[in-house]
């Protein structure tokens, strides 16, 4: 894949950010939502590539979709490439006002991604100095002193990101008597799974239960930069047991690594922040235009490149 595919998909983040930014903290995720879906289209359209996409949503409105299959692209011919995307990570996160809403657009080469939309995984990520020292079915103060050893520091120094829910009761006592510190999130694990590969965020390891996309999406990310996930599919709404048994050939406490997640290839990988976050800044909208924060990361290079871009709405992009 041309290494100029990274910079393009920047665009297209960029596109859904702005748009999905104008709805922040005004209560309705649903034209929320649309408007991301809209801008991310209309700018995929303009991207020299031929895509399939393997990882993606129905909008909350259901006049929009990319589903699992939908060719995008403006290229007939070539080789056929993978697509994860989420217009809006976060949706609630972004009709609220709240932190870690993202835009995100991940490439490999073609049928790498795993297809569990829909699906959630009970997660673990590291960034790349705790890498090989996880393992989903390990107990979590095992976890947390393989990584604190891995890191060079105490348990009690670590501070683990966790989504704030019902279900994470359990987790969230074992690592409050573990001694590591908790970052709670209302929502975005996505933001707080990249979070863990750059040093200067404050978050060392995600644990928890979240949506599989959200898990493929971060692998994509953590893979570029040689961070670690390792994830387990996780049965939390009715049905949920029958398409895991589907996804795995029967095996429902099967794991998968970054490799199981998003396979091999020149994966790349970009994201706009929409709302502050653990990682990017949110859309700034000023007179005439705004200001937006993405980060792009390609595998073959290991490159980590954050993108301060300045918007004139009177010059408007042509997709």
């Known amino acids: 894949m041309d290494r100029n595919l990274a910079l393009e998909l920047a665009r297209v983040t960029e596109a859904a950010a702005l748009s999905a930014a104008r709805w922040m903290g005004k209560g309705d995720a649903i034209q929320t939502d649309a408007a991301a879906f809209e801008a991310m289209r209309k700018a995929l359209q303009g991207v020299q590539m031929r895509a399939c996409v393997s990882v993606g949503r129905a909008a909350l409105s259901g006049d929009d979709a990319f589903t699992d299959g939908m060719e995008i692209g403006n290229e007939t011919e070539g080789s056929l490439v993978d697509l994860a995307l989420d217009p809006l990570e976060c ?34 990520a590291v960034g790349p100095d705790a890498a090989g020292k996880i393992n989903v079915n390990a107990s979590t103060l095992e976890n947390l002193v393989n990584v ?10 670590l501070t683990v990101a966790i989504l704030e829910r019902e279900r994470h009761a359990s987790l969230i006592r074992q690592v409050r008597e573990a001694g590591a510190r908790i970052h709670l999130i209302p929502d975005g694990d996505l933001a707080s799974a990249v979070a863990t590969a750059i040093g200067d965020s404050g978050v060392d390891i995600l644990m928890g239960i979240g949506s599989a996309q959200a898990a493929v999406l971060a692998a994509a990310a953590l893979s570029c930069v040689g961070g670690d996930m390792h994830c387990r599919l996780a049965a939390v709404n009715p049905g949920d047991e029958e398409r895991i048994e589907a996804i795995t050939g029967g095996d429902v406490l099967k794991t998968y690594d970054i490799g199981g997640l998003v396979g091999d290839g020149s994966v790349m990988f970009a994201a706009t922040g929409i709302t502050e976050g653990d990682v990017l800044k949110g859309v700034h909208f000023r007179k005439g235009g705004a200001t937006t924060h993405s980060v792009v990361m390609r595998r073959r290079s290991g490159t ?7 918007h004139f709405f009177e010059r408007k992009p042509r997709y």
Do not use: P, Q
């Open 91 to 124: 949706i609630d996160s972004v009709a609220t006002g709240r932190a870690n809403a993202m835009s995100v657009v991940a490439v490999n080469s073609e049928n790498s991604f795993l297809r569990a939309g829909g699906l959630y995984m009970d997660k673990i």
């Open 148 to 157: 604190a050893s891995a890191k060079r520091c105490y348990v009690e120094d």
């Open 304 to 310: 980590i490149r954050f993108i301060h871009a300045t």
